[in-house]
Every structure is written in structure tokens, then in C-alpha cells.
Nanobody, 128 residues
């Protein structure tokens, strides 16, 4: 059974930092695409950052380039999202996603071409 469990969300002021973690079980480090998505109230879910399971191709949404960094610890089977220089527009529920299907790849915009599993989300709130 696949489980993705996010942690690390919270409330910060503009300019602050947070690191999100996603502990993955039931999926291996070679899962083709792992990614972070977010959804703000009244908006559609959007990609933030995605990484290829082996080899590490990475894509970011334009809105987070230079501020967010996605990474993986294969030994711990954990995905991370380091978020710096946060602003109120980053306020959203952040979701971990895994694309295990054949052909799933990170793509421009910070999304996985296919997503098979989702975490439950962790809230990030940035105040001005």
C-alpha cells in the first residue's frame, strides 16, 4: 500500500523559510516522478516542483524558481521542498505526489506527466 505523508507546514512571515518533507512508503526511490503541488482557496491545484526518481531531472513552476528547491533522500525514501523568500502568494495546501506509471516524467511547470498517488497535504500560510 502506497502512503505519502507530508510534514513541515506552518505559518511564517513574508521572507521566511520552511522545509516540507514527504515520507514515502510503498514506492521505491526509483519511482519515476515525485513532485510537490499546491492549492490555494478558490484556485486549482498547480505544480510547484517535480523531480525524476533516478537521474534527478528537475522542473519548477516559474513562480517559485530561485526560491524553492526540491530534493530527495533515497536512503530515507523522503522527498523535500525547501522554500525560501516566502510571500503571501505562496499560501496554500501543499501536496506530495508520486507518478509510478511507466512514462511518468517531470515536466515544465513543475508537474509530473502522470500522478498515481497523493499525500493528504500540509498547510503553508505566509503573512505580510
Amino acid at each position: 500500500q502506497v502512503q505519502l505523508v507530508e510534514s513541515g507546514g506552518g505559518s511564517v512571515q513574508t521572507g521566511g523559510s520552511l522545509r516540507l518533507s514527504c515520507a514515502a512508503s510503498g514506492v521505491s526511490a526509483s519511482t519515476r516522478c515525485m513532485g510537490w503541488y499546491r492549492q490555494a482557496p478558490g484556485k486549482e491545484r498547480e505544480g510547484v516542483a517535480a523531480i525524476y526518481g533516478v537521474g534527478g531531472s528537475i522542473y519548477y513552476a516559474d513562480s517559485v524558481k530561485g526560491r524553492f528547491t526540491i530534493s530527495q533522500d533515497y536512503a530515507k525514501n523522503t522527498l523535500y521542498l525547501q522554500m525560501n523568500s516566502l510571500n503571501p502568494e505562496d499560501t496554500a495546501m501543499y501536496y506530495c505526489a508520486a507518478g509510478a506509471s511507466f512514462g511518468s516524467r517531470p515536466q515544465r511547470g513543475g508537474t509530473c506527466s502522470t500522478v498515481d498517488y497523493w499525500g493528504q497535504g500540509t498547510q503553508v500560510t505566509v503573512s505580510s
